[in-house]
């Protein structure tokens, strides 16, 4: 659980960092309210780690998935108002209801993990599961915005 809280943790800066220095957004309010939000349930993930495996750690991570996508998203729709942002998202399609699938499958994956933990009171290997899916998905959300990054970066080819 440390690790999954680490790893989201960096992915929320990855993000927040990529969305800072590679697009130009009219920013909002909200913008300067949502990462304390964020940070409190960051909090609430590195509170509920104990020895014993609580489902609401899932649940609070499940929120967090939800509100990091929202903003994500959101930025990224006002990012393509914005005409320096217009040779990054010429070859991108607006977003769909289609590409909120992913999202809404990770939340829906952990909420049913939590739920399989308070039905049958399980702490081993449905927690289990449930952070080994959690560090892949993290995973593979790092990995895929160092791809954003270096393409927003021009660092296609550079390692």
Sequence with gaps: MIGVSFLGIL???IMYSTMVMGFV???????SIIPFIIGI????????ISEQFSALW???????????????HNSLRRARLDPEDAAFFSTIEPATLEDFGPAIGIVSSLVMFGIMIDLTGN????????????????LIQIVASRHLWRNLMGLQGVE
């Design 11 to 13: 992915q929320i800066w």
């Design 25 to 31: 957004w009219q920013p909002l309010l909200r913008d």
């Design 41 to 48: 349930q960051e909090f609430m993930l590195i509170t509920l």
């Design 58 to 72: 899932l649940y609070v991570l499940g929120s967090l998935f939800v509100i990091a996508n929202w903003v994500s």
């Design 123 to 138: 702490q081993s290997w449905i927690p289990l599961g449930a952070i080994a899916f959690v560090n892949i998905v993290l």
